[in-house]
């Protein structure tokens, strides 16, 4: 159980990231594309922060150097293809539905909940499954 009020906190501080990453490009930034850009920001701070945060705390999984540690965190990011396109699919459809920010963030917020559920459950499976020696 306190693996899973861990992994629970760490997807809200990631969100949490990811918003507030996403609202900095679009304070500073209004060009063209704006809103992708800063969705692939956000996407990019949150998807540091919960490696971070999931190999350290919930796997307990330790690198044997920086090479292995790059092979690890690309595996990882490969498996999140799947989910990120679930919080982006989320995000982007209440955008185009309700054309509010408000609601673009909800989206984000519900795709995120479901990404990070499922992505829990494939990086136990495949990615922190075997401790580094």
């Not at 899973?4 to 490009?25: D, P, R, S």
């Not at 989910?83 to 519900?110: P, S, V």
Request: proline share 0%.
């Amino acid at each position: 159980m306190q693996v899973v009020v861990k992994y629970i906190l760490f997807a809200l501080v990631a969100t949490a990231l990811n918003i507030g990453a996403q609202e900095l490009v679009l304070r500073f930034y209004s060009g063209m594309h704006s809103l992708v850009a800063s969705v692939m920001v956000g996407t990019g701070v949150g998807l540091a922060a919960k490696y971070v945060l999931d190999k350290l705390f919930i796997f307990n999984f330790r690198s044997r150097d920086m090479a292995h540690d790059a092979q690890v965190f690309l595996q990882y990011a490969a498996v999140g293809v799947f989910t990120t396109l679930i919080f982006w699919a989320f995000e982007f459809g209440f955008n185009a539905i309700f054309a509010d920010k408000a609601m673009r963030y909800l989206g984000a917020l519900i795709g995120l909940a479901i990404g990070y559920y499922i992505k829990y459950r494939i990086d136990r499976r495949f990615v922190f499954r075997v401790e580094a020696a």
